[in-house]
């Protein structure tokens, strides 16, 4: 991750709100981060010569999703989830999604930047206070 990202985090966010706190440490901590990217792939979106400097974000948003997904599947595997199966799914769809965004970016070098971030900005939310807080009814 960035260090403008790290920076972001301690900022106020702007997607950010307490109620996406699932009381998990380690995955709240990642989650604000990852809403950080988002924030950043949204203030990029607004400036001019975008299309260059989003590939980097989206790049960096990929990497540290597979790595926060990781954390959440080894927590539901240590917690012997019985139904981690959807929420792997949901993991895998994203992984996918941003792979599509990426590859749509380098051949047409078009940033498909508006869907881009509506489907950011609802799967994250949607993702974290409904599929990552059933984690913790178990
Ligand atoms: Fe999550
Ligand atoms: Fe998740």
Do not use: C
């Not at 709100?17 to 989650?31: E, M, R, Y």
């Not at 590939?55 to 989830?81: A, S």
């Not at 509506?118 to 409904?130: C, M, N, Q, T």
């Amino acid at each position: 991750m960035s260090t403008t990202t790290i920076d972001k985090q301690s900022k106020e966010s702007q997607s950010w709100n307490d109620s996406l706190l699932l009381g998990i440490p380690v995955v709240d901590k990642q989650h604000k981060i990852l809403i950080a990217l988002f924030d950043e792939i949204i203030s990029i979106s607004q400036e001019k010569n975008e299309s260059e400097k989003i590939l980097p974000l989206l790049n960096e948003l990929q990497r540290y999703t597979i790595y926060h997904f990781n954390t959440e599947e080894e927590f539901m595997r240590k917690g012997n989830l019985q139904d981690m199966d959807q929420h792997v799914k949901q993991h895998d769809l994203f992984k996918k999604k941003i792979a599509d965004f990426m590859i749509a970016h380098n051949y047409k070098n078009i940033v498909l930047l508006n869907q881009i971030t509506v489907f950011l900005r609802k799967w994250l939310v949607v993702h974290i206070s409904d599929t990552d807080a059933k984690m913790l009814k178990h």
